[in-house]
Nanobody, 117 residues
Framework: VQLQASGGGLVQAGGSLRLSCTLS????????MSWYRQAPGKQRELVAT??????????DFVEGRFTISRDNTKNTKNTVYLQMNSLKPEDTAAYYC?????????WGQGTLVTVSS
């Protein structure tokens, strides 16, 4: 089972990026898929989560700027996106996708988001 993330990059403040992450190697739908981020010198923090039932939760700092979604065109819904709008310099971090299947947790490699002021 692997998670492959992509979509990071350099963007100016106020700009947008869309991250994507696909879980492969399983035919089971992940219970939850999430995005975390870790800025230099800081702890990893949760950004957003979506369950396989479509329920979403967001960190307070998102403030309506980000949207998490899962690919509903496939039965497993094991691709997750993070649409990030109105980006701020403080959003600069490595963004990691996370999937939970039963009691197992999987992490993707980080994708770097850099927001310039």
């Amino acid at each position: 089972v692997q998670l492959q993330a992509s979509g990071g990059g350099l963007v100016q403040a106020g700009g947008s990026l869309r991250l994507s992450c696909t879980l492969s190697g399983t035919i089971v739908s992940a219970n939850t898929m999430s995005w975390y981020r870790q800025a230099p010198g800081k702890q990893r923090e949760l950004v957003a989560t979506e369950t396989n039932g479509g329920a979403t939760t967001y960190a307070d700092f998102v403030e309506g700027r980000f949207t998490i979604s899962r690919d509903n065109t496939k039965n497993t819904k094991n691709t997750v996106y993070l649409q990030m709008n109105s980006l701020k310099p403080e959003d600069t971090a490595a963004y990691y996708c996370n999937a939970q299947i039963g009691i197992r947790t999987y992490w993707g490699q980080g994708t770097l988001v850099t927001v310039s002021s």
